[in-house]
C-alpha cells in the first residue's frame, strides 16, 4: 500500500480533469501522474532507495505534490519544510530526518543552499512547475509506485519546537490513507 496508488487511480477514473490549478495554469490528472512518475525518476537517479527520506522545500506551487508524490511513488519518505524556515532550523531538520536530498523550489535556493552545505545533503533546486526537462533528460520515469507497506513511514512532519527542539512525527502510509478516507466521508461525502 503505497499512498501514491491514489494518484495512478484517479489518474485511470480522472484522467482529462484538471487535477492542480494555479492562476491560469492546469495539470490534468494525467499530466500530474506523468509529471509525478519522471520525477521519481529523478529522484531514484540521485541514489535514493525505497525507505529513505526525501527533504522538499516549496510554498505552494505545482512543484510541492509533483515532487511530493514522485518521492512516494519512488517508495520515499517526504520531510517537508517551511521556506520560511532559517538556515539554521533547515539544517536541524535535514540531520535530524537522515535526508538523502532536499528539493527546493529555486525562489528559496539560497537558504536551502547553506542548509545543505552544512549538513551535506545534496540539492536539487526545481522551478515553480517541477523538475525542468533539463533536470529529467537521462533519467528514466518510473511506471509504477514502488511498493510499501501500510505501516512504512510516509511523511515526516516537524513540530514548531516551541518549548524545545522540532520533533518528527512520523505518519505511514495507513496513516495518511486513514486521514484522507475519513476528509473524503467527513467533506466530500456529507
Same mark, same amino acid.
Given at each position: 500500500?503505497?499512498? %501514491?496508488?491514489?494518484?495512478?487511480?484517479?489518474?485511470?477514473?480522472?484522467?482529462? /480533469? %484538471?487535477? *492542480? /490549478? =494555479?492562476?491560469?495554469?492546469?495539470?490534468?490528472?494525467?499530466?500530474?501522474?506523468?509529471?509525478? *512518475?519522471?520525477? %521519481?525518476?529523478?529522484?531514484? &537517479? =540521485?541514489?535514493?532507495?525505497?525507505?529513505?527520506?526525501?527533504?522538499?522545500?516549496?510554498?505552494?506551487?505545482?512543484?510541492?505534490?509533483?515532487?511530493?508524490?514522485?518521492?512516494?511513488?519512488?517508495?520515499?519518505?517526504?520531510?517537508?519544510?517551511?521556506?520560511? *524556515? &532559517?538556515?539554521?532550523?533547515?539544517?536541524?531538520?535535514?540531520?535530524?530526518?537522515?535526508?538523502?536530498?532536499?528539493?527546493?523550489?529555486?525562489?528559496?535556493?539560497?537558504?536551502?543552499? $547553506? %542548509? +545543505? +552545505?552544512?549538513?551535506?545533503?545534496?540539492?536539487?533546486?526545481?522551478?515553480?512547475?517541477?523538475? #525542468?526537462?533539463?533536470?529529467?533528460?537521462? @533519467?528514466?520515469? =518510473?511506471? +509504477?509506485?514502488?511498493?510499501?507497506?501500510?505501516?512504512?513511514?510516509?511523511?515526516?512532519?516537524?513540530? &514548531?519546537?516551541? @518549548?524545545?527542539?522540532? $520533533?518528527?512525527?512520523? =505518519?505511514?502510509?495507513?496513516?495518511?490513507?486513514?486521514?484522507? /478516507?475519513? #476528509?473524503?466521508?467527513? *467533506?466530500?461525502?456529507?
Amino acid at each position: 500500500m503505497n499512498l %501514491a496508488d491514489n494518484l495512478v487511480s484517479a489518474a485511470e477514473r480522472f484522467g482529462e /480533469r %484538471a487535477a *492542480l /490549478r =494555479l492562476d491560469d495554469d492546469t495539470i490534468t490528472y494525467a499530466e500530474f501522474l506523468g509529471q509525478a *512518475l519522471a520525477a %521519481a525518476g529523478l529522484v531514484r &537517479s =540521485l541514489g535514493v532507495e525505497p525507505g529513505d527520506r526525501i527533504a522538499l522545500v516549496s510554498p505552494n506551487v505545482p512543484a510541492y505534490p509533483i515532487v511530493f508524490y514522485g518521492a512516494m511513488l519512488a517508495g520515499c519518505a517526504v520531510v517537508p519544510m517551511n521556506p520560511l *524556515l &532559517s538556515v539554521r532550523e533547515m539544517g536541524y531538520y535535514l540531520t535530524d530526518s537522515g535526508a538523502k536530498a532536499v528539493f527546493a523550489v529555486d525562489a528559496v535556493a539560497e537558504t536551502v543552499t $547553506k %542548509a +545543505a +552545505a552544512e549538513t551535506g545533503v545534496p540539492v536539487v533546486v526545481v522551478g515553480p512547475g517541477g523538475p #525542468s526537462a533539463e533536470q529529467l533528460d537521462g @533519467t528514466t520515469p =518510473l511506471t +509504477a509506485p514502488v511498493p510499501r507497506t501500510g505501516s512504512d513511514i510516509a511523511t515526516i512532519l516537524y513540530t &514548531s519546537g516551541t @518549548t524545545g527542539q522540532p $520533533k518528527g512525527a512520523l =505518519l505511514t502510509h495507513d496513516n495518511l490513507a486513514s486521514n484522507a /478516507r475519513t #476528509s473524503a466521508v467527513a *467533506l466530500v461525502e456529507a
